[in-house]
């Protein structure tokens, strides 16, 4: 199994994190697992939309001491 | 110290100038010594290919001969790099040089990957380049009407430019009084219509008033060039009469060839901007891999807190200050109507309604930019 990449897209406003974690997949192979971590709310909704969207697979999503930690798999 | 600069553009240069004036004694007394290698002996200033794109400049108003931006003190070479051996401190570059060093600032930016989407370089104007900005002009004067698609790849610099050139394609036909006979159709890849949720708020209703139609969570996948389809990742088809396009970008190749970084991202600490396992080595501008705005303004803040700190390790051994991450980009609204977007890591940004001022100190910044980047402002 490949390794977790992370994306620490904290704090960040501009591109944003679901913009990171697009940009992210496209440099992932097909069966990698990204790990992106937000603190913006809105990721716990809109990277879901996403991956549901493309047909990618949520691994995890949870809520640490408020950041988002959501693991994607590329499928395609 | 040796202090070396790999990259005469925005980042490079600011940060040269910064440097230079921080240890005028320094460099006087031999104890330092700044060296900068680029690619080439002419500046572009980059934001300008916008307005060559809607042919409101021309092009040789984008240059200046980089040698006559810089403090003499610094020792300018165009040679470009093409090895760095971070673990011997030391780079080769083109010509066969070798140039060793204590502080290494790689400011080396990004490029534009169309070719990246199947049938996208073929088939869509774009402005990143002198070339292809010219070419977009070209494009537009000779177009009749009919559906205009603006589709923006990841990652890309200047995340303002997806807005602005669309509204600068709506004022451009408008003005050419072809309203009724063009639709300009945005697109963008994420849930709304810019990355930043306040710029979002007032640029979606502002394309409700002005007619522009819009479609969000659109990743392109690929251009059909003969019957004029654009397919996105998510599943659609867009028809298209003319397809302009912000493409993905990348990092230089001499990055990724070099192991430094993927995609020739090089992996940066967010505060201190040196790379990761180099404390000696400092990055900025488009080629870090910091989740930020790949922007000028963005080069321009972190060049001037790597300057403070290169210059206090030459001082007294210590970096002093962390960069907070700000970011400041104007918005062109239109032909005539901008605002703008200031945050850093901690401030989200708040930008006003657009107004006739903003846009004409954003016209001012385009001379200004000059003493910007000779850092006198
Ligand atoms: C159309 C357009 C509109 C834009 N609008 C805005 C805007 O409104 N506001 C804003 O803030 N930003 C804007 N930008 C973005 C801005 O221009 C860039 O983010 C900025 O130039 C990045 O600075 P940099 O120093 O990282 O890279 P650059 O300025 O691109 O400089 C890179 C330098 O590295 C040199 N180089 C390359 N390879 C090598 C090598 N192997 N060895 C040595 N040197 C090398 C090059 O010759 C060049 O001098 C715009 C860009 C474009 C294209």
Known sequence: ??????????????????????????????????????SDAGSAADVPEWINKVGHEMVSSEQVDGVWHIKVRKMK | MRILIVGGGMGGTILGNNLARRLKSELANGKARITMLSASDRHMYQPGLLYVA???????QLYRDQRSLLEP?????????????????????????????????????????????????????????????????????????GKVVVAVGVPHKCPMA???????????????????????????????????????KW?????????????????????????????????????????????AHKGMEVIEKNGLGQSGWIPTDRHRLT??????????????????????????????AIAENIAAMAKIGTPVRDYDGKVFCFIEAGRDRATYAMFNYQNPPDPKPPTKAVHWFKMAYNQLYWASARGLL
Not at chain 2, 278 to 300: E, Q, R, W
């Open chain 1, 1 to 38: 199994m490949s390794d977790v990449r992370v994306i620490d897209a904290c704090n960040t406003f501009c591109p944003g994190p679901l913009m990171e974690l697009i940009a992210g997949m496209k440099q992932a192979e097909v069966g990698d697992v990204i790990e992106l971590l937000s």
């Open chain 2, 54 to 60: 809607v042919g409101q400049m021309m092009p040789d």
């Open chain 2, 73 to 145: 003190e610094i020792d300018f070479h165009v040679d470009p790099v093409e090895e760095f051996d971070l673990d011997n401190n030391r780079v080769k570059t083109k010509s066969g040089k070798t140039h060793e060093y204590d502080v290494l600032a790689i400011a080396t930016g990004s490029r534009i990957v169309p070719e990246a989407i199947p049938g996208l370089a073929e088939h869509a104007e774009y402005f990143y380049t002198e070339e292809s900005a010219v070419k977009m002009y070209n494009r537009l004067r000779e177009f009749q009407g």
């Open chain 2, 162 to 200: 997806p807005l602005e050139i669309t509204f600068m394609l709506h004022d451009y036909f408008k003005h050419r009084g072809m309203s009724d006979k063009v639709q300009v159709h945005y697109t963008y890849p994420i849930g709304r219509t810019h990355g930043l949720e306040p710029v979002a």
């Open chain 2, 203 to 247: 640029a979606t209703p502002e394309f409700d008033r002005l007619g522009i139609t819009y479609e969000t969570l659109f990743n392109m996948k690929e251009v059909d060039g003969a019957d004029k389809v654009l397919h996105s990742e998510e599943g659609s088809a867009i028809n298209y009469d003319l397809l302009i396009t912000v493409p």
């Open chain 2, 275 to 304: 790379m990761e396992g180099h404390d000696n080595v400092f990055v900025l501008g488009d080629t870090t891999n910091l989740p930020i705005s790949k922007a000028g303004s963005t080069a321009h803040f972190e060049a001037e």
